[in-house]
């Protein structure tokens, strides 16, 4: 029995990998993240999803689903038998994934784990903002906080899950970086905010900041 973690890329479908939808050709059953009923996972990988059997699976943001994850291993276990089950998940399978906690508890139980790599929200990111992340002799760091991290020498910052923005924007301007904030990344909505005040005033989960060192490397922007 096999649980494959699918990257299924930042949200647009035209980004998911030809690997990727081959393993969900492939696979026996699609179980798939939600959270209130709502799935964009489920979204992104529609078009590929034709007289698949999806299940979904409640997974609340910002809550503790240790005991779920554990749940779900345990229901994608017996269900999976000899087969191939795969589970979607936005961006890469291996950054910040949901499948990579239900994963450690699917071997626990004797499964085999492998990870479908896809297209990470930072770097559909740099595509839309018309940049180069990194170049040779550069530093670069992704994070969820700047607690405890030390920029010195860091040339670009990469910050995922943006919730105490006020904090963020000030610890990187007191650094000198410059930033950008990129909201629902390749998907409806899209939106490239550049204004702090804009910037703090958006709620929205799917955004990330990218910071440089220097103004020049912003190119066309």
């Known amino acids: 029995m096999k649980l494959v973690g699918v990257g299924i890329g930042p949200g647009d479908s035209q980004l998911m990998t030809y690997k990727a939808v081959l393993m969900i050709n492939e696979a026996k059953y699609v179980f798939v993240p939600e959270s209130k009923g709502k799935s964009l996972a489920y979204e992104i990988a529609k078009p590929y999803l034709i007289d698949k059997e999806v299940i979904f699976l409640e997974t609340p943001m910002g809550q503790?689903?240790?005991?779920?994850?554990?749940?779900?291993?345990?229901?994608?276990?017996?269900?999976?038998?000899?087969?191939?089950?795969?589970?979607?998940?936005?961006?890469?399978?291996?950054v910040y994934s949901t499948f990579t906690y239900i994963s450690k508890e699917f071997k626990k139980l004797g499964g085999e784990v492998e990870f479908i790599p896809g297209i990470t929200s930072?770097?559909?990111?740099?595509?839309?903002?018309?940049?180069?992340?990194?170049?040779?002799?550069?530093?670069?760091?992704?994070?969820?906080?700047?607690?405890g991290v030390n920029l010195i020498n860091i040339d670009t910052v990469v910050i995922l899950k943006t919730v105490e923005k006020e904090k963020l924007i000030e610890r990187l301007e007191k650094e000198g970086f410059y930033y950008y904030y990129v909201k629902r990344c390749t998907q409806f909505g899209e939106e490239i905010i550049s204004d702090k005040e804009k910037i703090l005033d958006d709620r929205d989960y799917l955004s990330l900041i990218v910071a440089k060192r220097s103004e020049e490397d912003w190119f066309t922007l």
């Open 122 to 147: 930072f770097s559909a990111a740099a595509s839309v903002l018309n940049i180069p992340l990194i170049e040779k002799g550069e530093k670069m760091i992704v994070c969820d906080s700047l607690d």
């Open 64 to 94: 503790d689903n240790k005991e779920r994850y554990k749940d779900y291993a345990k229901k994608i276990f017996e269900m999976t038998g000899d087969d191939i089950s795969v589970f979607l998940t936005l961006g890469d399978s291996s």
